[in-house]
Nanobody, 124 residues
Framework: QVQLVESGGGLVQAGGSLRLSCAAS????????LGWFRQAPGKGRGFVAA????????SYADSVKGRFTISRDNAKNTVYLQMNSLKPEDTAVYYC?????????????????WGQGTQVTVSS
């Protein structure tokens, strides 16, 4: 069982930055692919970024490439999402997710564990 708790959301002006954190429980944190998803008001939840066990492989949605960076610290059981050059369209609830597998995946249905979400609001 893995429990995930996100933090770091908030209100920021367009062009600003935020760093989200997701703290995980469980002794085998390093065996999990970790991902970030987001759900904007009135829309479905969508993929943002994912990272492999050792952090050597990452994947990003086209809408965030070059602006967002996912990273992980297995010693701290934490995954991060650094968000730069934020836009109003990045406004959403951001969720951390985990799945025990070797290959990074962007498919929401494959993730087994989810956090409660953290709100990110970008003002214009």
């Amino acid at each position: 069982q893995v429990q995930l708790v996100e933090s770091g959301g908030g209100l920021v002006q367009a062009g600003g930055s935020l760093r989200l954190s997701c703290a995980a429980s469980g002794r085998t944190f390093s065996r999990y692919v970790l991902g970030w998803f987001r759900q904007a008001p009135g829309k479905g939840r969508g993929f943002v970024a994912a990272i492999s066990w050792g952090g050597g492989t990452t994947s990003y949605a086209d809408s965030v490439k070059g602006r967002f960076t996912i990273s992980r610290d297995n010693a701290k059981n934490t995954v991060y999402l650094q968000m730069n050059s934020l836009k109003p369209e990045d406004t959403a609830v951001y969720y951390c997710a985990a799945v025990q597998r070797m290959v990074v995946t962007t498919t929401e249905a494959l993730y087994d564990y989810w956090g409660q979400g953290t709100q990110v609001t970008v003002s214009s």
